[in-house]
């Protein structure tokens, strides 16, 4: 009779945040976001068309993405009024 075979355990990688974001007005990867934790505020910055805006009111635990995605709805909203 044969021995029982050791089964072998699949190690899947953990999904990461990314840390390349795009600009929505000019579609390249070239979104730089600064963190100022003690004056509680963000700043996102676009390298190619100078696209520039200033998020506020950040906790402790607001991460780089969630800057990214308060960034990307005051932008849309922004484009919103514009055509209304």
């Given at each position: 009779m044969g021995r029982r075979r050791r089964q072998k355990v699949r190690r899947r990688p953990q999904k990461r945040i990314?840390?390349?974001y795009d600009c929505p007005d000019c579609g390249n990867t070239?979104?730089?976001?600064e963190l100022h934790r003690d004056?509680?505020?963000a700043t996102v910055k676009?390298?190619?068309c100078d696209l520039e805006m200033n998020i506020e009111d950040l906790n402790p635990l607001t991460e780089s993405v969630d800057i990214y995605g308060?960034?990307?709805d005051k932008f849309y909203?922004?484009?919103?009024?514009?055509d209304t």
């Amino acid at each position: 009779m044969g021995r029982r075979r050791r089964q072998k355990v699949r190690r899947r990688p953990q999904k990461r945040i990314p840390d390349v974001y795009d600009c929505p007005d000019c579609g390249n990867t070239a979104i730089k976001i600064e963190l100022h934790r003690d004056a509680k505020f963000a700043t996102v910055k676009c390298g190619s068309c100078d696209l520039e805006m200033n998020i506020e009111d950040l906790n402790p635990l607001t991460e780089s993405v969630d800057i990214y995605g308060a960034f990307i709805d005051k932008f849309y909203a922004a484009r919103e009024e514009e055509d209304t």
